[in-house]
């Protein structure tokens, strides 16, 4: 069974940076696609951001990119998003999800991951 488990959410002021991790156990990490989603108070989640096997292909949403990074290291099992210059309206809980697929493949459709994690909460204040 996979699971993942996200950490490194928190309360910071807007401008500010943050790191979530997102550990992924009970399979090869290094053949999932992985990605990171958002969902705000009263709204859908959405996607941020998209990582494949090994790092060399990763899309953002239009919202993040420029400010945040998603980066992975096989080796430890882990996903980080670096988040940069952040904005209030960045706060949701970040979620981390994995699937397994093709080496270049990248996905930011979040009903194609069968495994998720529990979520992580960033808040931003202005």
């Known amino acids: 069974q996979v699971q993942l488990v996200e950490s490194g959410g928190g309360l910071v002021q807007a401008g500010d940076s943050l790191r979530v991790s997102c550990v992924v156990s009970?399979?090869?990490?290094?053949?999932?696609?992985t990605g990171w989603f958002r969902q705000a108070p009263g709204k859908e989640r959405e996607f941020v951001a998209t990582?494949?096997?090994?790092?060399?292909?990763?899309l953002y949403a239009a919202s993040v990119k420029g400010r945040f990074t998603i980066s992975r290291d096989n080796a430890k099992d882990t996903v980080w998003l670096q988040m940069n210059s952040l904005k209030p309206e960045d706060t949701a809980v970040y979620y981390c999800?994995?699937?397994?697929?093709?080496?270049?493949?990248?996905?930011?459709?979040?009903?194609?991951?069968?495994?998720w994690g529990q979520g992580t909460q960033v808040t931003v204040s202005s």
């Open positions: 009970g399979r090869t990490f290094s053949t999932y696609t």
């Open positions: 990582i494949n096997w090994n790092g060399d292909n990763t």
């Open positions: 999800a994995a699937k397994p697929a093709l080496p270049f493949m990248i996905i930011p459709t979040s009903g194609q991951y069968p495994y």
